[in-house]
């Protein structure tokens, strides 16, 4: 049974950082290797949108809104992708959900969510 499990989340001042993490069980460092994984996130009362995507070959990509504050990273050997998040802001309050997806063996995996709370 394939998991994915979210951690990091947390209260924190506007200005502050956290770093998130997820961990990948139930899946061969080999497939995770040749997998997207992404971070989405939804706050209440809006769709859940991508928040950052790094690629099999460590390319990356951002929402507009936290270019240049965040930061994507993976670690194939100990299956985990991170997000480093630095001047949070309020408006990055939601839930941040880890994302595992291939085409090729044509999978779709989700965490379960850890809750970002920014207060100004």
């Known amino acids: 049974q394939v998991q994915l499990v979210e951690s990091g989340g947390g209260l924190v001042q506007a200005g502050g950082s956290l770093r998130l993490s997820c961990a990948v069980s139930?899946?061969?460092?080999?497939?995770?290797?040749?997998?997207?994984m992404n971070w989405y996130r939804q706050a209440p009362g809006k769709q859940r949108e991508l928040v950052a995507h790094?690629?099999?070959?460590?390319?990356?990509n951002y929402a507009d809104s936290v270019k240049g504050r965040f930061a994507i990273s993976r670690e194939n050997t100990k299956r985990s992708v991170y997000l480093q998040m630095n001047s949070l802001k309020p408006e990055d309050t939601a839930v941040y959900y880890c994302?595992?997806?291939?085409?090729?063996?044509?999978?779709?995996?989700w965490g379960q969510g850890t809750q970002v709370t920014v207060s100004s």
């Open positions: 790094i690629s099999t070959t460590g390319s990356t």
């Open positions: 139930g899946r061969s460092v080999s497939t995770i290797a040749l997998s997207f």
């Open positions: 994302n595992l997806n291939s085409r090729i063996y044509g999978f779709d995996y």
